[in-house]
């Protein structure tokens, strides 16, 4: 795509939604807000009045009048030159400035950790309804528990998703668990609403959760949450392994220390102003 080009949608290209059959309730003025929002969304760059009412099949003092209203409402912005972007949502920004960060921040934590205790380390990241996986260090041994970028989490088995959901509101928790639901993955994963909060607040009064053979046969996690200023986790760092090398409770407790200290150093991260 050479410079300058915008990149639409195809949906947005043509501002096309389809009405529906029944009419009767049907708002062609709200149809047509919602094309230019999408039409907005997929631009590169600011658009123009004269760029958009061909688009969206509106007369220039139609659509005027529509980007006016948008524009008094908050959802655009019209700059210098007239020309108009969909207003950047604080909370998303917010949110992606978090995403950089703890991938920069916690990818330098998993070599640690990977270093210090020869297992999988996995670092996850609380997108809008799912907590995802973003990075992954694998163990050098040749058995050894893995993980993958881009698998989505259960908020109520794994480790990293316990301590995400853990350190969230209680609504937003409580989305978080509808949306995935409580199935049982393993015989040890707990599928019973009041044990799972329960674990939840145990999660919260220690600062780490555990998966128990939860999500995999055999397999153990310790997790730490990546806690944003506010409090709340934007993300998880996990280490994993194999039953086979779960070690005395010294061991396993070392091993949630430098998960603490590694999610804590993250944290800290997020908490220090951009240079």
């Keep these: 795509m050479t410079a300058g080009t915008r990149k639409t949608t195809s949906r947005a290209k043509a501002g096309v939604r389809s009405e529906p059959a029944d009419k009767q309730y049907y708002s062609r003025a709200v149809a047509k807000a919602l094309q230019v929002l999408d039409l907005l969304s997929a631009a590169s760059q600011p658009m123009s009045l004269h760029e958009m009412a061909s688009l969206v099949k509106l007369t220039k003092t139609s659509l005027f009048r529509l980007l006016y209203t948008l524009e008094s409402e908050g959802a655009v912005d019209k700059d210098a030159g007239g020309r108009y972007t ?4 604080p909370a998303k920004q917010a949110a992606r400035v978090h995403l950089e960060k703890v991938l920069e921040l916690g990818s330098a934590q998993l070599r640690d950790l990977v270093r210090e205790f020869r297992e999988t380390a996995s670092l996850a990241f609380l997108f809008d309804n799912h907590i995802e996986v973003i ?3 694998e163990s050098p041994q040749i058995v050894r ?5 881009g698998r989505i989490l259960q908020p109520h088995a794994s480790s990293l998703g316990k301590c995400i ?3 969230q509101r209680e609504e937003r928790r409580e989305h978080l668990i509808r949306s995935y639901g409580i199935n049982a993955i393993t015989p040890q994963t707990i599928v019973d609403e009041q044990a799972l909060h329960a674990e939840l607040e145990q999660i919260r009064l220690k600062g780490f959760g555990l998966d128990r053979a939860e999500t995999c046969s055999d397999g153990f996690c310790f997790g730490a949450p990546i806690l944003a200023p506010e409090g709340n986790a934007v993300g998880a760092i996990s280490v994993s392994l194999p039953r086979q090398r779960l070690g005395a409770q010294s061991a396993q407790q070392k091993l949630i220390d430098s998960v603490k ?13 951009r240079l």
């Design 86 to 89: 969909l207003k950047a949502n």
């Design 135 to 137: 990075a992954v260090v």
């Design 145 to 149: 528990m893995g993980n993958t970028v």
């Design 165 to 167: 959901t853990a350190f």
């Design 261 to 273: 200290r590694a999610a804590g150093a993250v944290s800290a991260g997020l908490a220090k102003p």
